[in-house]
């Protein structure tokens, strides 16, 4: 706690209004959908949001609206805002035409992951509007690093390095739907790395991941990142140490978000020093017992 400032104000995109169109959600009929909760965030009263037009480009359109016309899109406001559009195709990405005149894009993807990258890259640098593009791969465990990178490297070109459009990239594993969000502390590295490289195993709350993209694509710290998200579960971990002293000093979660993104890599530099793996102890443990 003595390392926390006073929560303070964090810096915000000033281009998230107008209309941004969204992808990828509200077409899985198998599970109780909580895609609602993305619609929710991006039309939160307390958020910088000023989105006038929320367009949800869906596989069906009257199946869609039965999902979010609830009476919580009423009272929210949400139901002046959301229109519909289907898809070209199942599960196709939204076209130019249908992104025309939108200046945000939320891209949710689920499989086929880079080459799904590199169809955005070009659909979003065919649209002049566009300024904003954030993209969030669920279920992306194990791409390999050096495919990934090569993938991001495309984005970052067809984007002219952020000039023409900014991306925000959120990365996580296998969805876990039981998990609220702002339940579990969470780390963090680069996509395109080996670091950013998900476990088979790894999961993340949906919830949460749609906390982390709609966060990064209203915070300025989320211009022109790509980040893979995994949850940590040992609470004596460094980062979660940090996120649990975040909360309990009244950080809302985009502070907490914009600190953790900011400030996470200099994190590392206060952790103990490091333990070293149990073959390096026992190489150590029979050094001594030799001499």
């Given at each position: 706690?003595?390392?926390?400032?006073?929560?303070?104000?964090?810096?915000?995109?000033?281009n998230i209004d107008g209309t941004i169109v969204v992808s990828g959600v509200v077409n899985?009929?198998?599970?109780?959908?909580?895609?609602?909760?993305?619609?929710?965030?991006?039309?939160?009263?307390?958020?910088?949001?000023?989105?006038?037009?929320?367009?949800?480009?869906?596989?069906?359109?009257?199946?869609?609206?039965?999902?979010?016309?609830?009476?919580?899109?009423?009272?929210?406001?949400?139901?002046?805002?959301?229109?519909?559009?289907?898809?070209?195709?199942?599960?196709?990405?939204?076209?130019?035409?249908?992104?025309?005149?939108?200046?945000?894009?939320?891209?949710?993807?689920?499989?086929?992951?880079?080459?799904?990258?590199?169809?955005?890259?070009?659909?979003?640098?065919?649209?002049?509007?566009?300024?904003?593009?954030?993209?969030?791969?669920?279920?992306?465990?194990?791409?390999?690093?050096?495919?990934?990178?090569?993938?991001?490297?495309?984005?970052?070109?067809?984007?002219?390095?952020?000039?023409?459009?900014?991306?925000?990239?959120?990365?996580?594993?296998?969805?876990?739907?039981?998990?609220?969000?702002?339940?579990?502390?969470?780390?963090?590295?680069a996509f395109g790395t080996e670091e950013g490289v998900l476990p088979a195993d790894t999961?993340?709350?949906?919830?949460?991941?749609?906390?982390m993209v709609t966060e990064l694509l209203q915070l300025a710290c989320g211009k022109n990142?790509?980040?893979?998200?995994?949850?940590?579960?040992?609470?004596?971990?460094?980062?979660?140490?940090?996120?649990?002293?975040?909360?309990?000093?009244?950080?809302?979660?985009?502070?907490?978000?914009?600190?953790?993104?900011?400030?996470?890599?200099?994190?590392?530099?206060?952790?103990?020093?490091?333990?070293?793996?149990?073959?390096?102890?026992?190489?150590?443990?029979?050094?001594?017992?030799?001499?």
């Amino acid at each position: 706690m003595a390392y926390l400032k006073e929560p303070e104000a964090v810096e915000a995109r000033s281009n998230i209004d107008g209309t941004i169109v969204v992808s990828g959600v509200v077409n899985d009929r198998d599970r109780q959908t909580t895609d609602q909760f993305l619609f929710d965030l991006l039309n939160h009263e307390e958020s910088a949001f000023e989105f006038e037009t929320i367009k949800a480009i869906v596989n069906d359109v009257v199946w869609a609206k039965k999902r979010l016309l609830s009476r919580s899109a009423r009272y929210t406001g949400l139901l002046d805002k959301l229109t519909f559009e289907a898809t070209a195709s199942e599960g196709a990405l939204p076209t130019a035409e249908q992104l025309r005149g939108a200046k945000s894009w939320v891209a949710c993807v689920d499989n086929d992951h880079l080459n799904a990258m590199e169809r955005i890259g070009q659909v979003a640098a065919s649209v002049p509007t566009l300024e904003n593009v954030a993209v969030l791969l669920s279920n992306a465990n194990g791409l390999p690093a050096d495919e990934s990178a090569a993938a991001l490297e495309g984005i970052k070109k067809v984007s002219n390095d952020g000039e023409k459009f900014v991306y925000t990239i959120v990365v996580v594993g296998r969805l876990d739907d039981e998990t609220p969000e702002g339940k579990e502390y969470y780390q963090y590295e680069a996509f395109g790395t080996e670091e950013g490289v998900l476990p088979a195993d790894t999961t993340f709350s949906r919830e949460e991941s749609y906390r982390m993209v709609t966060e990064l694509l209203q915070l300025a710290c989320g211009k022109n990142t790509a980040l893979c998200f995994a949850p940590i579960y040992n609470p004596n971990v460094t980062e979660a140490k940090l996120i649990r002293g975040l909360r309990q000093a009244g950080y809302a979660r985009p502070q907490e978000i914009d600190h953790m993104v900011r400030v996470g890599p200099e994190v590392r530099q206060i952790r103990s020093p490091r333990t070293p793996p149990k073959h390096e102890l026992r190489k150590k443990a029979n050094a001594c017992a030799h001499h």
